[in-house]
């Protein structure tokens, strides 16, 4: 019987043909906690003696939540981290470097490889056809210390996409359509194995947005076959040795099978309180917009950035609307400003952040005040996400977010592009 991507890498991983159901032992290739989940995980090990990590050299602590601190609390919370790092010789991801997802896929994980990480949106690595999946700081710690972990084998979802996007219409408004289609629980503890043409035609990045969301809709991750997509990717992260094919067997049994039309599709946007709440964009223009943040581990990358700039190139930020603006990494922060859309988004009124999560999770850099509407490229609009449960978050592409920061408030982005 055919197996599924889950079913290849975990039974690779346990030295025995598994099936969806099975609980077992896997090794664990990658492990990575943030500064959030971190400080736990380490007071969890140190608490059972047990200082030391199987892979030092592919064990990474990221400083991105609340990067630069903006307390003396979440200071000395970095500072255990830093400690961690030189007693045991594991990687720390300093303030500046960028958010844990977007790192872990430019530097350090590869298709078949199994990554567990102390953050639920671990899954957006499962692009490179790797299982990658989130998990506590003490399974995660527990990981660091043997390099292994248990895991249930999960079934599949299977989410086949033909056909090409119209105009105005991005990765991130396919997957916000999967979710608000299957629900924030529809796929609790699956696997979605993203496939088909749309997706073979897609950028790695695109693949990020995808597998990055996979959680907002309850997997336990999110799946792309690597194909000469990526071994392109991992070539120009200079690890294209690091490339080996991955896809199901044309056999694999899956528990559902959902077919998409991408040429369907229509710019949409999740309104608040739920990732979920998906509506059709025409349903929420003339919404006031207060801020727009453009970034994260979801839409934070170059091409994302890229957008915006074409969208905002040669305009202005309306007068009672904030820009923010977050690369999702050094590296990506670095080809922007060599590519000039840095430059176009400060002309246009952004203030632009060091790379890390900036205001996406409520630490800093963007609290809303009360009553307020945010549009963000993130991946989450629960009540009070952003620091305040008296304000409003709806998650879109960058380009219906570029869009809104003109208008200053919800517009179509067909208008603009
Ligand atoms: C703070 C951390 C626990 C959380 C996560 O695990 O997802 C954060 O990254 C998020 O995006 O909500
Ligand atoms: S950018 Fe947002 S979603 Fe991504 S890891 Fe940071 S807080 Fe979580």
Redesign the pocket.
Not at 295 to 298: H, I, S, V, Y
């Given at each position: 019987m055919g197996k599924t991507i889950s079913e290849k890498i975990i039974g690779e991983h346990a030295g025995k043909e598994v099936s969806a159901g099975d609980i077992v032992v896997a090794r664990v290739d990658v492990t990575a906690v943030?500064d959030g989940t971190g400080p736990l995980a380490v007071q969890q090990l140190r608490k059972i003696k047990l200082v030391e990590a199987k892979n030092p050299d592919r064990t990474i602590l990221f400083i991105?939540?609340a990067a630069p601190s903006p307390n003396k609390d979440l200071s000395n919370a970095h500072n255990i981290l830093r400690q961690f790092a030189k007693d045991t010789g594991v990687i720390l991801s300093e303030v500046g470097e960028g958010?844990?997802?977007q790192r872990l896929v430019e530097s350090y994980v590869k298709p078949g490889d199994i990554l567990i990480g102390a953050?639920?949106?671990t899954c957006t690595s499962g692009a490179l056809g790797a299982f990658s999946t989130g998990m506590g700081s003490t399974d995660v710690a527990i990981g660091i210390a043997l390099g292994k972990t248990w895991l249930r084998v999960p079934e599949t979802f299977k989410i086949n996409v033909t056909g090409k996007f119209q105009k105005g219409v991005y990765a991130k408004d396919l997957i916000l359509h999967i979710i608000g289609m299957i629900g924030a629980d529809g796929a609790t503890y699956k696997a979605l194995e993203f496939s088909g043409e749309t997706i073979r035609n897609m950028t790695m990045s695109e693949r990020f947005t995808l597998t990055?969301m996979a959680v907002e809709a309850g997997a336990k991750t999110g799946l792309v076959e690597s194909d000469e997509v990526t071994r392109r990717y991992l070539k120009e992260m200079g690890r294209e040795d690091e490339f080996r094919p991955i896809k199901a067997d044309e056999d694999a049994v899956y528990e559902r099978i959902i077919d998409i039309d991408a040429s369907a599709i229509e710019p949409v946007i999740s309104a608040p309180h739920t990732v979920d709440n998906v509506k059709s964009i025409k349903d929420l223009t003339g919404t006031k917009v207060d801020q727009v943040f453009i970034?994260?581990?979801?839409n934070?990358r170059l091409d994302d950035l890229k957008i915006a700039a074409n969208v905002l190139r040669g305009k202005q930020r309306h007068p009672d609307t904030r820009l923010i603006v977050t690369p999702a990494s050094k590296q990506v922060y670095i080809q922007a400003l060599e590519k000039g859309y840095i430059q176009t988004l400060v002309e246009a009124g952004a203030a632009v952040m060091a790379p890390?999560?900036?205001p996406?999770?409520g630490v800093h850099q963007g609290i809303l005040a009360n009553d307020e509407v945010c549009i963000a490229t993130?991946?989450?609009n629960f009540k009070g996400r952003m620091g305040n449960p008296d304000s409003y978050i709806y998650l879109s592409s960058p380009a219906t977010a570029a869009a809104a920061a003109i208008a200053g408030e919800i517009i179509d982005p067909r208008e603009v592009l």
């Open positions: 943030q991105d939540h958010v844990c997802h953050d639920s949106h990055n970034g994260t581990c979801t934070g890390g999560c900036g996406c999770v993130q991946n989450r």
